[in-house]
């Protein structure tokens, strides 16, 4: 199923070549977990300590994606965040969500924005800031958002997008990360386990070396 991405299909796709990023498997063990990161409350969290009594919910996600904040003809899937993120609080899937743009720290994707667009949107849990991109290349995330989806083992279950269409929630038909947190909860199998990540690319630096 294609997701319906009204006005802004061609808004900010992927331009960075991914060859160098790894591809996480269902079944593979959540990456970089001991990797401190700031939270907008100012305390350095780790993904280990975040697990939740039926997994964790990682969404890499940032302040200025038109996928994420949405556009003129689309909502964006920002909106969709809260409930989300009390839905898996209700299954014991706390979700965090990671900004990993920080090549874009000074146009709208700093700590302090960060922090600012955690209240103004009503997020809960933690939003972290991933310093040099490093949990976002450990994972091999793509794009804002994308979504993994852990089990309390730490063993990735679901990856891809949060539902079928990000111009309009009244019009979603496959609500596939909903689902997948309400199926891992209940010992269900996941059915998709990985759809279309689909949004802006992460804007990373050049490499150092």
């Not at 593979?28 to 780790?46: H, I, L, S, Y």
């Not at 700590?111 to 490093?134: N, P, T, V």
């Not at 309390?152 to 997008?161: D, H, N, P």
Request: one cysteine or more; hydrophobic letters at 40%.
């Amino acid at each position: 199923m294609l997701l319906k991405t009204a006005s802004i299909a061609t808004a900010g796709l992927l331009t960075l070549s991914m060859h160098e990023l790894p591809n996480l498997n269902i079944g593979d063990a959540m990456p970089a977990t001991d990797v401190k990161m700031q939270d907008v409350n100012g305390e350095m969290r780790a993904l280990k300590d975040l697990v939740g009594r039926s997994g964790l919910l990682v969404v890499f996600s940032c302040n200025t994606c038109p996928f994420v904040v949405g556009s003129e003809g689309s909502e964006g899937w920002e909106g969709r965040y809260p409930e989300l993120m009390a839905y898996g609080g209700r299954f014991g899937v706390p979700a965090v969500l990671i900004n990993s743009n920080e090549a874009k720290r000074e146009q709208g994707d700093g700590f302090a924005d960060m922090q600012a667009r955690y209240k103004e949107k009503g997020y809960s849990g933690s939003y972290l800031l991933d310093a040099d991109h490093q949990v976002a290349d450990a994972f091999g995330a793509r794009t804002t958002p994308h979504v993994f989806l852990f089990d309390k083992s730490m063993k990735l279950v679901y990856k891809g997008a949060i539902d079928d269409n990000v111009a309009s929630a009244a019009e979603v038909k496959e609500r596939w990360a909903f689902n997948a947190i309400a199926h891992l909860a209940d010992g269900k199998p996941i059915d998709p386990a990985s759809t279309r990540n689909i949004g802006c690319s992460i804007k990373r630096m050049p490499h150092k070396h």
